[in-house]
C-alpha cells in the first residue's frame, strides 16, 4: 500500500464508501474530516486523519504535503448554510477569497479546487478510484414508474435543469403536472420531506446535474439515507443522470427502495 491518495470528507457516507473502495485497490487513505460534518467513523476506515474546520485550507495542505498525497478526492457534502457561519478561513483561505466570483457550489468548488492544485494536489474525480458508484440508465427496483409517472419525470427534469442552469439547486419534486418542492440552499433532504408536506405522497423527485457539471465534484447522490428521507415524506419515483449521478452502497440503497416500493431510475 505505497500509493498515496487524499480525501477531503463532507457528511454523509460517501466518504466512507470512498475509503473502503480506495484501500481495496491498494491505496492508503489520507482524509482530512470536517469538524461538525463528517462522521467520526470516518478515523475506522483511513490510515490518517485530520479534522479540520471549514475554510481550513492551509491545514489541509499541511496534511498532504506531509503524508506525500499529490492527488486528492472530494466526497460528500457540507451543509450550503454554513457559508453564511461556522467558517473558520485561515491565511491561504483568505488569501483566496477575493477569487470566488459568487458564493453558488460551482465557483466556491471551482475556486477551493484550484488553490490545492496551486499547491500541488490535483483533486481527482472520486470515480476514478471507485467506479462502482456510477449511475447506469434504467430501472434499479422491481417498482417501475407508470406512464403518469413518467410525464412527471420528463416535466421534473426540464425544470430541474432550468433551476441547477441558474445555480439555485438540483432537485425538483411534482406531482401530477405539478411542482410542489424546488431545492435551494436547504439542500434535498429538506426538499424532499417538503414535497411530502405539501402534496401528499404519491410524488416525483427528479435529480439532475449542473449543465457542464464539473464531475470533480457535486454530482448527485443517492444512498440509503436518501431512501429513508423518500420514504418517509411518500415520494413514489426518484430519476437521476446516468453517468452524472453517484448511486452509493447499491445494494442496500435497491433494497430499500424495493421495501419502500419506490422506482429509482438512471435516466438516460
Sequence with gaps: MNRAVGLIAGNGIF?????RSARASGYRVVAVAHEGETDPAIEQHCDSVTWVKLGQLGKIVRAFEKEGVREAAMAGGIAKVRVFGGIWPDLLALKH????RNWGNDDLLRTIAGVFEEEGVTIIDPARVCPEIVAREG???RRRPSEELWEDIRLGYRVATAVSEADIGQTVCVKRGNVVAVEAMEGTDRCIRRAGEVGGKGFVVVKVAKPGQDVRFD???IGPTTIETLAAAGAAVMAFPA????VLDEAATVAAADRAGIALVGLA
Excluded at 466518504?15 to 475509503?19: K, Q
Excluded at 453517468?243 to 453517484?246: H, I, M
Design 15 to 19: 466518504p466512507i464508501l470512498f475509503a
Design 243 to 246: 453517468g452524472l449521478a453517484y
Design 139 to 141: 430501472c434499479y427496483t
Design 219 to 221: 454530482l448527485p447522490t
Design 97 to 100: 477569497m477575493s477569487k470566488v
